[in-house]
């Protein structure tokens, strides 16, 4: 029989953050997939790799300007006023800084990437989004910290309608790749806004050196691990945008986007609500570990069926929202969904790492974990397939699976046959659930009524093996998201 969560005040504190966490993620992805949808059949393949190619440099900027103090500040036990405000000083200096390098080096962008023009003053606007974000790094930790996400899912929700609506209008009216960068812009700067005025919280000191310090020494090794992550998740953004051709960058973009709605999401979810409640144990190894084995278990539960559901789906579901406009990018998605399962539980072993205060570990998470990106990109950029690329994501993944969990091993005290037995029964269920989907779609009838016959019928099989396993994960999902009072 499964351990409890321990005490109820923090059970129930927990139970509140999920729901509040995964509210704000279904909302935002259902806005976001529905205003995607109607973008995808508007927008050219090559706008969206021209958008594509300025997230490389986006994603960079913003882990400079968080250079992983928020992580820090997430972590800690216990933050003061000092802290807050150099961490938004800090932050604000270094992202308005770094907008100014990238807005005089767009000339060099545009060269990189196809020596396209239009990609000068698409740059210097949407690079406004990352300084933008900044200004919420600590609004939105000073919420986390205190497990009291309601606000943030509430700015999230109306920056998504106010973005997406302008992106739509912008669209409809033929501003091609405009309509993608206002549309990032909007919701950074609604999001903001909304944070800032109902926070409660001015900064109220200049930068301390002895808050710096403090937070740098967690910080950095946050930093060291987020830059290497980008580095190489957007390596493949990089070849194919600077190699191939943007229109190919659109294709990917588009599978990557779309498959990471899931594992994004889930990592989000899970990073938000138990970083916080292992922080509150780390001095405790047997609650520690009492709480890995229900992480762990709950983790999978929502993980695998999810995510290599919509691998399993993915042909029919991209026919019901594109039609054939985005064949190409079907067989990417797929790879991406299944190798999604392995970014979540690499993303939630690296929360073991950060909760017990080995942020220096997280490094070699990223070492190892982008070493293999490299093998695999060396092994597959000379072929001239995209398709083979994104196959390498997925072997460098499952490498890096298995040396992280070895670490985690040995760094928790907890058994490699314990984590194994946690996650073995999910993916047994999820292999049962995937063949059942597969089989159903033999049947042949339009595309949405196949995509409704395979979300319905893999649904059913779930539910049905889980309860045959008798796993409590099943009813306890439904009385944390249905019936508990959440107190916020």
């Known amino acids: 029989m499964t351990e409890p969560w321990g005490n109820s005040a923090l059970k129930q504190k927990t139970a509140g953050t999920l729901k509040w966490n995964t509210l704000d993620r279904v909302a935002s992805q259902v806005l976001y997939g529905v205003v995607g949808i109607v973008l995808a059949n508007v927008v050219s393949q090559e706008d969206f790799g021209l958008v594509g190619a300025l997230l490389v440099f986006q994603a960079f900027a913003i882990i400079f300007a968080d250079s992983g103090f928020g992580a820090a500040l997430l972590r800690q036990k216990h933050s003061s006023e000092e802290d807050y405000s150099t961490v938004f000083w800090f932050n604000l200096i270094v992202s308005v800084a770094i907008y100014f390098i990238l807005w005089f080096c767009a000339p060099l962008i545009a060269d990189i990437f196809q020596k396209d023009r239009r990609l000068i003053p698409l740059s210097k606007v949407m690079f406004l989004t990352f300084v933008l974000n900044a200004l919420a790094i600590v609004q939105t930790n000073r919420l986390m910290k205190r497990m009291d996400v309601k606000m943030i899912a509430v700015s999230n929700l109306i920056g998504q309608v106010a973005g997406g609506g302008l992106g739509i209008g912008l669209a409809l009216g033929g501003f091609g790749a405009w ?149 190409s990018a079907i067989p990417l998605f797929q790879i991406l969904c299944v190798r999604g399962i392995l970014v979540v539980m690499v993303s939630l072993f690296g929360n073991y790492m950060l909760a017990l205060g080995y942020g220096k570990r997280l490094f070699s998470i990223e070492a190892i974990k982008d070493g293999a990106i490299a093998v695999a990109i060396l092994s597959t950029v000379w072929f001239d397939s995209v398709e083979l690329l994104v196959w390498g994501q997925l072997w460098a993944s499952i490498a890096t699976f298995g040396v992280v969990a070895a670490m985690v091993v040995k760094a928790t005290g907890y058994s490699l046959s314990s984590m194994i037995n946690d996650f073995l029964s999910f993916a047994g269920i999820t292999l049962l659930m995937c063949v059942g989907c597969w089989l159903l779609a033999k049947i042949e009838l339009a595309p949405v009524v196949t995509l409704l016959l395979q979300i319905v019928g893999g649904g059913i099989l779930f539910i049905v093996f889980m309860k045959l396993n008798r796993s409590p994960e099943l009813s306890e999902a439904m009385v944390f998201l249905l019936k508990r009072k959440i107190k916020v």
């Not at 206002?182 to 930068?207: D, E, H, M, R, Y």
């Not at 990073?271 to 709950?298: C, E, G, H």
């Not at 069926?305 to 579901?317: H, M, N, R, T």
């Open 179 to 327: 309509a993608l960068v206002w549309q990032s812009v909007c919701l950074a700067g609604v999001k903001t806004g909304i944070l800032w005025a109902t926070g409660g919280w001015l900064p109220k000191t200049w930068i301390r050196r002895e808050s710096f310090r403090k937070i740098w020494r967690i910080g950095l090794s946050v930093f060291s691990s987020s830059m290497l992550n980008t580095l190489f998740q957007t390596a493949y953004s990089f070849v194919i945008g600077a190699f191939y051709s943007l229109r190919s960058l659109g294709v990917y973009t588009q599978a990557d986007k779309w498959s990471k709605m899931g594992s994004a999401s889930l990592s989000q979810i899970f990073t938000s609500s138990f970083v916080p409640l292992l922080a509150k144990v780390q001095d405790n190894p047997d609650d520690f570990k009492r709480y890995m084995k229900r992480i762990n278990r709950f983790t999978a539960f929502i993980t695998f069926p999810i995510l290599a559901g919509l691998a399993v789906v993915g042909e029919p579901l991209f026919h019901t929202l594109f039609g054939n406009k985005w064949d």
